[in-house]
């Protein structure tokens, strides 16, 4: 099979592995049934603007999730090497098996917008952290609860946002298994800490702690980052863009700071106790500190 760099391509190229590949999916990985009904056409006709916009929306979509596998991947090994529980185990490979699987249906999405299952996208993955420097039970803590109680449940809520708007029925069925999968995604970090925080002696909490304002201030400027704010789009066209799930930069920046004050520090102070709160307000200062920088997410 001919490899091409920089070519995220979503088909099937080895039959041969085909049932199991979609014995894994169907045994697995669907919460939605209706995923793998695809129609043969979106159920309302679309601006051509805001066709070629939505399917630059989802081939971005496409790519951030697959390339999101990588990032549960690489704490599995960590999560060893901390003797965490075999629940645990299990459950962060399917994490990493969800994403693969929500390119996939990303990629269902693109055909039906009228685009080809496939991304050229830069394929390079910069590496999690191994977190080196922090004793072995904070390592996969740290990259938890980056990847899962922040990102995950700051994306949950944006895809919920989505969700709401979309009109789209096969869309939505696509977005419904996708906000399902990432409660999962969030939980699994949420727990983690729960269950390992009482038990950590006084140098794994401060590696933890440490890390925090790096965390919070990556979050939000991975976030930031992808929330442009803009000139709205025309006026004719948005009606048609919010039946397809579009939110705008503001609104996504709202729903971000919303998550962070009222969830994700709450729920982290609730077990770490008063220096969470600290490290959001002082996450400015810790762009230049010398701790490795946390996955990029979202
Ligand atoms: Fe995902
Ligand atoms: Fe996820």
């Known amino acids: ?18 049932p199991e590949h ?21 159920v309302r006709d679309y601006p051509p603007g ?8 989802w081939k971005h979509r496409t790519w951030h999730e697959h390339q999101s596998a990588a990032v549960f991947s690489a704490i599995f090994p960590q999560l060893i090497e901390a003797g965490a529980s075999i629940e645990y185990k299990t459950t962060i490979l399917r994490c990493a098996m ?17 685009g080809e299952p496939v991304v050229e996208a830069d394929l390079e993955l910069t590496p999690a952290p191994r977190h080196a420097d922090a004793p072995l039970r904070s390592r996969p803590l740290r990259n938890l609860i980056f990847a899962s109680c922040m990102s995950e449940t700051i994306g949950g809520a944006l895809q919920a946002a989505q969700r709401e708007l ?58 930031l980052g992808v929330m442009p704010l803009g000139p709205p789009p025309p006026a004719d066209l948005e009606p048609h863009l919010r039946s397809l799930g579009w939110i705008s930069g503001d609104e996504a920046r709202e729903i971000l700071y919303q998550v962070i004050d009222e969830v994700v520090v709450p729920q982290l102070e609730s077990v770490m106790g008063s220096p969470v709160r600290e490290a959001w307000k002082i996450r400015s200062s810790a762009r230049t500190g010398g701790v490795s920088a946390a996955p990029i997410r979202y």
């Open 50 to 57: 805001v066709m070629s916009m939505t399917r630059a929306a």
């Open 166 to 223: 979309t009109e789209e029925p096969y869309i939505r069925e696509v977005l419904d298994q996708l906000s399902g999968d990432e409660v999962l995604h969030a939980r699994i970090g949420w727990l983690y800490l729960g269950d390992v925080w009482p038990g950590l002696d006084t140098e794994e909490r401060k590696a933890v702690l440490d890390y925090l304002p790096l965390a919070f201030s990556s979050i939000e400027s991975a976030m």
């Open 1 to 18: 099979m001919p490899i091409k760099p920089n070519l995220l391509d979503l088909n099937v190229r080895n039959e041969r592995l085909r």
């Open 98 to 114: 969800d994403e693969i699987h929500h390119a996939e249906l990303c990629a269902r999405v693109l055909g039906l917008l009228g």
């Open 22 to 42: 979609e014995r894994i999916r169907k045994s697995l990985l669907i919460r939605q049934p209706g995923v793998d009904n695809i129609p043969e056409r979106l």
